[in-house]
Antibody, heavy 119, light 108 residues
Framework: QVQLVQPGAEVKKPGASVRLSCKASGNTFSTYYMHWVRQAPGQGLEWMGIINPTAGYTNYAQRFQGRVTMTRDTSTSTVYMDLSSLTSEDTAVYYC????????????WGQGTMVTVSS | EIVLTQSPGTLSLSPGERATLSCRANESVSGGYLAWYQQRPGQAPRLLIYGASSRATGIPDRFSGSGSGTDFTLTISRLEPEDFAVYFCQQYGTSPVTFGGGTRVGIK
């Protein structure tokens, strides 16, 4: 059973940065591209970007360009997302999601990390 | 970017009834790369439909997707109690990936 495991919560102050992790089980890295999607409280889903875990290629949504960096550690099957210059508007649940390399749909999701930005 | 508009915003139905959800794009969705996700409270989204009409693994056949170009539909033929949730459409054929605002299916 392929799983994506994320920590439960992070609390950060405005202006700080956060690093989120997403650890994959099984042979996920060769089967999925990894996406990051966030959801503010009571709101919809917002795509942040994608990383190809084997090649390291990334593509970020324009609104996060310059503020987001996605990386991976193939030895531990973990992808990371760094988000800097946090404001209260970054308070959200951050999901990693696996995009199947065959269908490209997001068919596995982590349980999400709740990031709260507050002074 | 491709903007997806879902309607209605809320649907109030009874168990056993048919639900029809709409997703309209402001330009053609490339390659039919349109997906539907279900999200229950406190849970991550779950893939239901990909490629506009293909059911994901383990999804019951009461869920079906149709459409092409700019107009897509998710149909739930007979609502079960566990189907009352929020549904999002997504296009993943053109960067950036975008999602619709969601339709909440609530109990009447």
């Amino acid at each position: 059973q392929v799983q994506l495991v994320q920590p439960g919560a992070e609390v950060k102050k405005p202006g700080a940065s956060v690093r989120l992790s997403c650890k994959a089980s099984g042979n996920t890295f060769s089967t999925y591209y990894m996406h990051w999607v966030r959801q503010a409280p009571g709101q919809g889903l917002e795509w942040m970007g994608i990383i190809n875990p084997t090649a390291g290629y990334t593509n970020y949504a324009q609104r996060f360009q310059g503020r987001v960096t996605m990386t991976r550690d193939t030895s531990t099957s973990t992808v990371y997302m760094d988000l800097s210059s946090l404001t209260s508007e970054d308070t959200a649940v951050y999901y990693c999601a696996g995009g199947n390399v065959l269908t490209e749909a997001f068919d596995i999701w982590g349980q999400g990390t709740m990031v709260t930005v507050s002074s | 970017e491709i903007v997806l508009t879902q309607s209605p915003g809320t649907l109030s139905l009874s168990p056993g009834e048919r639900a029809t959800l709409s997703c309209r794009a402001n330009e053609s969705v490339s390659g039919g790369y349109l997906a539907w996700y279900q999200q229950r409270p406190g849970q991550a989204p779950r893939l239901l439909i990909y490629g506009a009409s293909s059911r994901a693994t383990g999804i019951p056949d009461r869920f079906s997707g149709s459409g092409s170009g700019t107009d897509f539909t998710l149909t739930i033929s007979r609502l079960e109690p566990e189907d009352f949730a929020v549904y999002f459409c997504q296009q993943y054929g053109t960067s950036p990936v975008t999602f619709g605002g969601g339709t909440r299916v609530g109990i009447k």
